[in-house]
């Protein structure tokens, strides 16, 4: 079966890693700065801390918003639920916005036509890999100083993201505070993790107490017992990565780019070999975008059908993610997403990764002209 997924870990982890487990040092110490150390070079950010998962990340995003119980965050509801849960976890409201269908990403125009004076927040994903349109995000964000008096909030869930760029930039170091995922089939993986990226100083100071219960490891000591901490001022979470993963992290790192060439060479090809056939549309990135093809998705007519044909051809295709705002606990927010609705039937992700070569590629095209 050619999947949608693969775990890729580099030949060097396994001895690293056994040589972490045997230090005497397996939780959070050298190694989780010296992975954070390589992420800020690979980046050229210096504002990112490690976490135990892109979950957590968005949690503690959240909740460094200092909202209030009747504050709404708007978001999209075509996501993991990963998204959405941080929002409920901290006692806050949902609003769901319609998606651009030409992206699946979130329609920023409905965006703007759901913002009111209770807004206080916006929770995206880039969906696939492939970036929302940032500059218009800012425009709406001074759109709402001008109407409301204060400036929306952004929290970027980039978990389909890492490498992804925007105007030469990678995303997650445009100034939003951004969560990435390294958990096993992503990218990049630590076996299990995830990033947060911060805006400022200020704002990564109080991340990196509050992911380990508000305490500052530097000044653990609270008196006549090193073990004792100092008073916590802000309670805190355990949130915080350890050295068998960072260590893992560690080992993948350096072949990220080499795996992002291959996936988007992937994609190209699938963008010139699909795009004349009838029955199938190709999304459209947003301007000078450069996607990580996370996903590769694409609409395409009869969708069910087609899932079971590529299952009888031993091909992997999904949606992936289904729409959180169908869900039981989140039923008191269901509002009418009519692009939405419409996308559903017809989107569907195929094999794009590292370890597609070019004859799946060319035996993947040929099923879809088949079918």
Request: glycine residues 6%.
């Amino acid at each position: 079966m050619l999947s949608l997924f693969k775990v890729f870990m580099s030949k060097e982890s396994g001895d690293e890693v056994s040589k972490t487990l045997s230090s005497g040092m397996i939780t959070q110490s050298s190694k989780v700065e010296e992975f954070e150390l390589r992420l800020k070079e690979w980046f050229n950010y210096p504002y990112i801390l490690t976490l135990n998962s892109a979950t957590s990340g968005l949690t503690l995003a959240v909740r460094m918003l200092n909202l209030n119980s009747d504050d709404e965050i708007l978001s999209t509801a075509l996501t993991c639920t990963a998204t959405n849960w941080p929002i409920l976890s901290n006692g806050l409201k949902i609003k769901w916005v319609d998606v651009n269908p030409n992206t699946c990403n979130m329609n920023l125009d409905d965006l703007k036509n759901k913002i009111t004076s209770k807004t206080k927040a916006v929770v995206f994903v880039h969906w696939g890999g492939s970036p929302i349109d940032l500059n218009k995000l800012k425009e709406i964000q001074d759109y709402t100083l001008k109407k409301f008096g204060f400036k929306l909030q952004v929290i970027e869930d980039c978990a389909h993201a890492f490498g992804a760029e925007y105007y030469g930039k990678k995303i997650g170091t445009h100034g939003n505070t951004c969560v990435f995922s390294l958990q096993a089939i992503k990218h990049l993986t630590t076996g299990d993790g995830g990033l947060i990226f911060l805006p400022d100083k200020k704002s990564y100071d109080r991340a990196k107490l509050l992911r380990w219960f508000g305490i500052d490891r530097n000044k653990r000591s609270g008196g006549k017992d090193f073990r004792m901490e100092n008073d916590v001022k802000e309670w805190g979470y355990k949130f915080h990565m350890n050295d068998i993963n960072a260590t893992i992290g560690l080992c993948n790192l350096p072949y990220i780019e080499k795996n992002l060439e291959r996936i988007r060479y992937n994609a190209k090809f699938y963008d010139n070999k699909l795009k004349n056939i009838k029955g199938v549309k190709l999304l459209k990135n947003t301007e000078k975008s450069l996607s990580a093809y996370w996903l590769y998705t694409i609409k395409i007519e009869s969708k069910y059908d087609f899932i079971n044909f590529m299952k009888e051809k031993n091909v992997m295709v999904s949606q992936v993610h289904n729409r959180n705002d169908l869900h039981s606990c989140v039923k008191e927010y269901k509002c009418n997403l009519p692009i939405l609705d419409e996308l559903e039937k017809e989107i569907i992700c195929l094999p794009c990764g590292w370890w597609i070569t070019d004859g799946d590629l060319e035996y993947i095209v040929n099923c879809i002209k088949e079918f």
